[in-house]
Protein backbone atom coordinates (compact mmCIF):
# COMPACT_ATOMS: atom_id res chain seq x y z
CA UNK A 1 0.00 0.00 0.00
CA UNK A 2 1.01 4.07 -0.39
CA UNK A 3 1.78 5.48 2.95
CA UNK A 4 3.30 9.03 3.82
CA UNK A 5 6.35 8.95 5.30
CA UNK A 6 9.69 11.24 6.94
CA UNK A 7 12.27 10.10 5.35
CA UNK A 8 15.87 10.56 7.10
CA UNK A 9 18.84 10.37 3.88
CA UNK A 10 21.47 11.64 6.19
CA UNK A 11 22.77 13.38 9.45
CA UNK A 12 22.44 16.80 8.03
CA UNK A 13 19.44 16.52 5.38
CA UNK A 14 15.96 17.43 6.85
CA UNK A 15 13.67 14.90 6.64
CA UNK A 16 11.89 14.19 3.07
CA UNK A 17 7.69 14.03 2.87
CA UNK A 18 8.30 11.06 0.50
CA UNK A 19 5.51 8.57 -0.71
CA UNK A 20 6.78 4.95 0.37
CA UNK A 21 5.01 1.34 -0.53
CA UNK A 22 4.45 -0.38 2.18
CA UNK A 23 4.97 -4.25 2.70
CA UNK A 24 1.19 -5.67 4.03
CA UNK A 25 1.19 -7.64 7.36
CA UNK A 26 2.70 -10.89 7.20
CA UNK A 27 2.55 -13.96 9.77
CA UNK A 28 2.40 -12.57 12.94
CA UNK A 29 2.21 -9.16 11.90
CA UNK A 30 0.05 -5.79 12.47
CA UNK A 31 -0.65 -2.95 10.30
CA UNK A 32 -1.26 0.09 12.10
CA UNK A 33 -2.69 3.48 10.91
CA UNK A 34 -0.86 6.38 13.00
CA UNK A 35 -2.68 9.33 14.53
CA UNK A 36 -0.40 10.75 16.71
CA UNK A 37 3.42 10.20 17.01
CA UNK A 38 6.58 11.62 19.43
CA UNK A 39 9.74 12.81 18.31
CA UNK A 40 12.37 11.40 20.89
CA UNK A 41 16.07 12.37 21.03
CA UNK A 42 16.65 9.04 20.18
CA UNK A 43 15.49 9.52 17.17
CA UNK A 44 17.60 12.48 16.86
CA UNK A 45 20.60 10.99 17.70
CA UNK A 46 20.40 8.00 15.52
CA UNK A 47 19.70 10.24 12.62
CA UNK A 48 23.35 11.72 13.46
CA UNK A 49 24.71 8.26 13.38
CA UNK A 50 23.68 7.57 9.45
CA UNK A 51 25.52 7.80 6.82
CA UNK A 52 24.81 10.17 3.95
CA UNK A 53 22.23 8.95 1.35
CA UNK A 54 21.41 5.82 3.63
CA UNK A 55 17.23 6.23 3.06
CA UNK A 56 15.98 4.92 6.50
CA UNK A 57 12.26 5.71 8.53
CA UNK A 58 12.73 6.29 12.06
CA UNK A 59 10.18 7.16 15.05
CA UNK A 60 9.49 5.09 17.46
CA UNK A 61 6.05 6.31 19.97
CA UNK A 62 3.34 5.46 17.77
CA UNK A 63 -0.14 5.61 18.90
CA UNK A 64 -2.88 4.75 16.32
CA UNK A 65 -5.42 2.29 15.05
CA UNK A 66 -5.17 -0.95 14.29
CA UNK A 67 -6.13 -1.42 10.40
CA UNK A 68 -5.18 -5.53 9.28
CA UNK A 69 -3.67 -8.06 11.01
CA UNK A 70 -1.91 -11.49 10.11
CA UNK A 71 -2.15 -14.92 10.84
CA UNK A 72 -1.50 -16.26 13.96
CA UNK A 73 -1.74 -12.59 15.89
CA UNK A 74 -3.58 -13.01 19.17
CA UNK A 75 -4.48 -10.28 21.71
CA UNK A 76 -4.84 -7.42 18.83
CA UNK A 77 -8.21 -7.11 16.51
CA UNK A 78 -8.77 -4.56 13.51
CA UNK A 79 -10.33 -1.03 15.26
CA UNK A 80 -8.04 -1.90 18.29
CA UNK A 81 -6.56 1.67 19.77
CA UNK A 82 -2.90 0.90 20.36
CA UNK A 83 0.05 2.21 21.77
CA UNK A 84 3.45 1.04 19.87
CA UNK A 85 6.84 0.36 22.69
CA UNK A 86 9.84 -1.28 21.55
CA UNK A 87 10.34 -4.87 20.27
CA UNK A 88 11.35 -7.87 21.90
CA UNK A 89 11.52 -11.27 20.77
CA UNK A 90 9.86 -12.85 24.01
CA UNK A 91 11.38 -16.12 24.18
CA UNK A 92 14.93 -15.35 25.18
CA UNK A 93 16.15 -15.72 28.96
CA UNK A 94 15.78 -11.66 29.42
CA UNK A 95 12.16 -11.67 27.67
CA UNK A 96 11.57 -14.85 29.50
CA UNK A 97 13.20 -13.58 32.99
CA UNK A 98 10.57 -10.14 32.47
CA UNK A 99 13.32 -8.09 31.36
CA UNK A 100 12.26 -7.33 27.55
CA UNK A 101 14.77 -4.42 27.56
CA UNK A 102 17.61 -6.66 27.43
CA UNK A 103 16.40 -8.85 24.86
CA UNK A 104 19.39 -10.98 23.28
CA UNK A 105 17.79 -10.02 19.76
CA UNK A 106 17.07 -6.14 20.67
CA UNK A 107 19.71 -4.47 18.25
CA UNK A 108 18.14 -6.96 15.65
CA UNK A 109 14.68 -6.13 16.12
CA UNK A 110 15.13 -2.23 17.15
CA UNK A 111 18.04 -0.41 15.16
CA UNK A 112 18.65 -3.85 12.18
CA UNK A 113 16.45 -1.97 9.43
CA UNK A 114 14.56 -4.70 8.50
CA UNK A 115 12.87 -7.74 9.78
CA UNK A 116 14.42 -9.91 11.55
CA UNK A 117 14.62 -12.40 8.21
CA UNK A 118 16.31 -9.36 6.63
CA UNK A 119 13.50 -8.40 4.27
CA UNK A 120 12.41 -4.82 4.47
CA UNK A 121 8.51 -3.97 5.31
CA UNK A 122 8.88 -0.35 2.94
CA UNK A 123 10.06 -0.02 -0.32
CA UNK A 124 10.82 2.95 -2.93
CA UNK A 125 10.41 2.19 -6.44
CA UNK A 126 11.01 -1.48 -6.31
CA UNK A 127 14.45 -0.29 -3.71
CA UNK A 128 14.43 -1.08 -0.33
CA UNK A 129 13.93 1.62 2.48
CA UNK A 130 15.86 0.48 5.62
CA UNK A 131 12.81 0.80 8.50
CA UNK A 132 11.11 -1.38 11.86
CA UNK A 133 12.95 0.75 14.05
CA UNK A 134 11.98 -0.24 16.93
CA UNK A 135 9.47 -2.10 15.75
CA UNK A 136 7.47 0.09 14.25
CA UNK A 137 9.23 3.16 12.25
CA UNK A 138 6.51 5.57 13.35
CA UNK A 139 7.59 8.29 10.98
CA UNK A 140 4.92 7.55 8.94
CA UNK A 141 1.15 7.09 8.54
CA UNK A 142 1.31 3.62 8.59
CA UNK A 143 3.44 0.88 10.04
CA UNK A 144 3.93 -2.63 10.38
CA UNK A 145 4.28 -3.98 14.16
CA UNK A 146 3.99 -7.33 16.49
CA UNK A 147 2.20 -8.05 19.34
CA UNK A 148 4.91 -7.82 21.55
CA UNK A 149 5.18 -4.10 20.75
CA UNK A 150 1.65 -3.36 20.45
CA UNK A 151 -0.24 -2.42 23.25
CA UNK A 152 -4.23 -2.46 23.33
CA UNK A 153 -5.53 0.68 25.13
CA UNK A 154 -9.08 1.66 26.07
CA UNK A 155 -11.12 3.97 22.80
CA UNK A 156 -11.38 6.81 25.44
CA UNK A 157 -7.62 7.23 25.50
CA UNK A 158 -6.65 10.11 23.43
CA UNK A 159 -3.68 8.71 21.45
CA UNK A 160 -2.48 12.46 20.70
CA UNK A 161 -1.25 12.77 24.25
CA UNK A 162 -0.63 9.39 25.19
CA UNK A 163 2.04 8.64 22.21
CA UNK A 164 5.48 9.43 23.96
CA UNK A 165 4.21 6.71 26.84
CA UNK A 166 5.51 4.24 24.51
CA UNK A 167 9.29 5.65 25.13
CA UNK A 168 10.16 8.79 26.21
CA UNK A 169 7.66 8.69 29.37
CA UNK A 170 8.22 5.06 29.97
CA UNK A 171 12.12 5.31 30.27
CA UNK A 172 11.56 8.19 32.47
CA UNK A 173 8.90 7.12 34.75
CA UNK A 174 10.17 3.66 34.51
CA UNK A 175 13.65 4.60 35.69
CA UNK A 176 12.01 5.70 39.09
CA UNK A 177 9.36 3.43 39.65
CA UNK A 178 11.22 -0.11 38.13
CA UNK A 179 14.78 0.95 38.73
CA UNK A 180 15.08 3.53 41.73
CA UNK A 181 12.12 2.78 43.44
CA UNK A 182 12.44 6.26 45.84
CA UNK A 183 9.78 6.29 48.81
CA UNK A 184 8.65 8.80 51.87
CA UNK A 185 11.85 10.66 52.78
CA UNK A 186 13.86 9.80 49.76
CA UNK A 187 16.09 12.70 48.09
CA UNK A 188 15.90 12.38 44.25
CA UNK A 189 17.60 14.14 41.31
CA UNK A 190 17.30 14.41 37.68
CA UNK A 191 20.06 15.69 35.82
CA UNK A 192 18.33 17.31 32.20
CA UNK A 193 14.50 18.20 32.31
CA UNK A 194 13.73 17.21 28.72
CA UNK A 195 10.58 14.61 27.97
CA UNK A 196 12.51 11.73 30.38
CA UNK A 197 13.60 13.89 32.73
CA UNK A 198 10.23 15.67 33.61
CA UNK A 199 8.31 11.86 33.49
CA UNK A 200 10.71 10.64 36.15
CA UNK A 201 10.10 13.60 38.12
CA UNK A 202 6.17 13.45 37.93
CA UNK A 203 7.13 9.18 39.21
CA UNK A 204 9.51 10.66 41.52
CA UNK A 205 6.56 13.02 43.02
CA UNK A 206 4.21 10.41 42.91
CA UNK A 207 6.42 8.24 45.04
CA UNK A 208 6.24 10.38 48.03
CA UNK A 209 9.72 11.22 48.00
CA UNK A 210 10.40 14.57 49.85
CA UNK A 211 12.96 16.15 47.91
CA UNK A 212 12.76 16.58 44.38
CA UNK A 213 15.48 18.50 42.34
CA UNK A 214 15.68 19.14 38.83
CA UNK A 215 18.79 20.67 37.38
CA UNK A 216 18.86 21.38 33.57
CA UNK A 217 20.34 25.38 31.61
CA UNK A 218 17.00 26.15 30.08
CA UNK A 219 14.83 28.25 32.46
CA UNK A 220 11.34 27.31 30.79
CA UNK A 221 12.36 23.91 31.75
CA UNK A 222 13.39 24.93 35.05
CA UNK A 223 9.85 26.93 35.40
CA UNK A 224 8.13 23.54 34.10
CA UNK A 225 10.04 21.67 36.21
CA UNK A 226 8.82 23.82 39.88
CA UNK A 227 4.93 23.56 38.00
CA UNK A 228 5.29 20.21 38.27
CA UNK A 229 6.22 19.18 41.93
CA UNK A 230 10.03 19.87 42.14
CA UNK A 231 10.99 20.93 45.29
CA UNK A 232 13.97 23.21 43.81
CA UNK A 233 15.46 23.77 40.38
CA UNK A 234 19.67 24.18 39.79
CA UNK A 235 21.15 25.62 37.24
CA UNK A 236 24.91 23.98 36.43
CA UNK A 237 25.78 27.51 34.86
CA UNK A 238 25.28 28.93 38.59
CA UNK A 239 28.16 26.88 40.64
CA UNK A 240 29.42 23.22 40.91
CA UNK A 241 25.90 21.39 40.92
CA UNK A 242 27.35 18.61 43.01
CA UNK A 243 27.85 21.32 46.09
CA UNK A 244 23.97 22.96 45.15
CA UNK A 245 22.76 19.15 45.18
CA UNK A 246 24.12 18.27 48.59
CA UNK A 247 22.97 21.46 50.13
CA UNK A 248 19.25 21.09 48.36
CA UNK A 249 19.41 17.51 49.45
CA UNK A 250 21.10 17.72 53.02
CA UNK A 251 23.60 15.48 52.38
CA UNK A 252 22.85 13.96 48.63
CA UNK A 253 20.78 12.82 46.84
CA UNK A 254 19.63 9.00 47.77
CA UNK A 255 18.12 7.97 43.97
CA UNK A 256 19.54 9.98 40.93
CA UNK A 257 18.18 9.98 37.42
CA UNK A 258 20.81 10.89 34.27
CA UNK A 259 19.34 11.76 31.14
CA UNK A 260 22.02 14.32 29.47
CA UNK A 261 24.48 11.41 28.61
CA UNK A 262 27.28 14.13 29.40
CA UNK A 263 30.50 11.86 31.12
CA UNK A 264 31.24 15.23 33.53
CA UNK A 265 27.03 15.29 34.68
CA UNK A 266 27.26 11.35 35.28
CA UNK A 267 30.63 11.54 37.33
CA UNK A 268 29.20 14.89 39.12
CA UNK A 269 26.01 12.64 40.09
CA UNK A 270 27.64 10.10 41.62
CA UNK A 271 29.69 12.13 43.58
CA UNK A 272 26.58 14.30 44.61
CA UNK A 273 25.29 11.39 45.94
CA UNK A 274 24.77 10.06 49.43
CA UNK A 275 26.25 7.08 50.87
CA UNK A 276 24.09 4.36 49.80
CA UNK A 277 22.75 6.13 47.15
CA UNK A 278 22.31 4.73 43.44
CA UNK A 279 22.23 7.17 40.27
CA UNK A 280 20.55 5.49 37.19
CA UNK A 281 21.93 6.58 33.54
CA UNK A 282 19.57 6.41 31.04
CA UNK A 283 20.97 8.66 27.79
CA UNK A 284 22.56 7.61 24.32
CA UNK A 285 26.05 9.28 23.86
CA UNK A 286 28.06 8.88 26.47
CA UNK A 287 31.13 5.82 26.02
CA UNK A 288 33.07 6.94 28.07
CA UNK A 289 32.39 8.06 32.14
CA UNK A 290 35.23 8.81 34.74
CA UNK A 291 34.09 7.66 38.04
CA UNK A 292 36.08 7.90 41.42
CA UNK A 293 35.75 4.58 42.46
CA UNK A 294 37.45 5.15 45.86
CA UNK A 295 34.18 7.40 46.28
CA UNK A 296 31.80 5.23 45.34
CA UNK A 297 33.54 1.89 47.29
CA UNK A 298 33.78 4.21 50.72
CA UNK A 299 30.46 5.16 50.10
CA UNK A 300 28.55 2.06 49.09
CA UNK A 301 27.56 3.89 46.08
CA UNK A 302 25.89 2.60 42.64
CA UNK A 303 26.19 3.63 39.15
CA UNK A 304 23.49 1.34 36.67
CA UNK A 305 22.05 1.74 33.26
CA UNK A 306 18.87 1.26 31.99
CA UNK A 307 17.00 0.48 28.64
CA UNK A 308 12.72 1.89 28.61
CA UNK A 309 12.49 1.80 32.16
CA UNK A 310 13.44 -1.76 32.84
CA UNK A 311 9.27 -1.89 31.64
CA UNK A 312 7.41 -4.67 30.57
CA UNK A 313 5.44 -2.20 28.25
CA UNK A 314 1.86 -4.40 27.86
CA UNK A 315 2.24 -4.29 32.06
CA UNK A 316 3.96 -0.72 32.44
CA UNK A 317 1.78 1.62 29.61
CA UNK A 318 -1.97 0.52 31.41
CA UNK A 319 -0.23 1.90 34.60
CA UNK A 320 1.10 4.85 33.54
CA UNK A 321 -2.20 5.61 31.91
CA UNK A 322 -4.21 5.33 35.20
CA UNK A 323 -1.61 7.54 36.79
CA UNK A 324 -2.18 10.05 34.08
CA UNK A 325 -5.91 9.57 34.29
CA UNK A 326 -5.65 10.27 38.16
CA UNK A 327 -3.95 13.50 37.77
CA UNK A 328 -0.73 12.17 38.65
CA UNK A 329 1.26 12.27 35.43
CA UNK A 330 0.20 15.42 33.33
CA UNK A 331 2.20 14.73 30.25
CA UNK A 332 0.32 16.88 28.71
CA UNK A 333 2.24 19.90 30.41
CA UNK A 334 5.01 18.53 28.03
CA UNK A 335 3.35 18.15 24.98
CA UNK A 336 3.98 20.87 21.61
CA UNK A 337 1.99 19.46 18.77
CA UNK A 338 3.17 19.53 14.99
CA UNK A 339 1.69 18.81 11.78
CA UNK A 340 3.30 15.61 10.58
CA UNK A 341 4.18 17.59 7.71
CA UNK A 342 6.02 20.58 9.75
CA UNK A 343 8.73 17.50 11.10
CA UNK A 344 11.64 19.39 10.79
CA UNK A 345 10.38 21.95 12.40
CA UNK A 346 9.29 19.87 15.03
CA UNK A 347 12.90 18.73 15.12
CA UNK A 348 14.16 22.44 15.14
CA UNK A 349 12.54 23.44 18.14
CA UNK A 350 13.75 19.93 19.90
CA UNK A 351 16.97 21.45 19.46
CA UNK A 352 16.68 24.72 20.75
CA UNK A 353 14.81 23.88 23.65
CA UNK A 354 11.87 25.12 22.23
CA UNK A 355 10.08 21.86 22.92
CA UNK A 356 10.07 19.69 25.39
CA UNK A 357 7.85 16.80 23.89
CA UNK A 358 6.93 17.70 20.06
CA UNK A 359 4.46 14.77 19.37
CA UNK A 360 3.47 15.19 15.25
CA UNK A 361 -0.38 14.93 14.29
CA UNK A 362 -1.64 12.84 11.03
Known amino acids: MKITAAVSHGPQEPFAIEELNL ?22 TIKGMLPDGLAYVLGHEGAGVVQEVGRDVTGVRPGDQVLLSFDS ?19 V ?15 RDGSPVLGSFFGQSSFASHVITTPRNTVVVP ?22 LNVLGPGD ?22 TGAT ?10 RRELALKLGATAVIDPADGDPVEAVRELTQGGATHALDTTAKPAVISGGVKALSGGGTLVAVGIGAPDVTVDVQDMISGGKSLRGSIEGDAVP ?12 AGQLPVEELISF ?4 EINRAVDDTRSGVAVKPVLVF
Open 89 to 107: CGTCPPCAAGRPGYCDSFR
Open 338 to 341: YPFA
Open 314 to 325: HDFLPRLLKLRA
Open 185 to 206: GSRFVVYGAGGVGLAALMAAVT
Open 109 to 123: LNTGGTRPDGSTVLT
Open 23 to 44: DGPRDGEVLVRLVATGVCHTDL
Open 155 to 176: DDVDLRTAAPLGCGIQTGAGAV
Open 211 to 220: TVVAVDPVPA
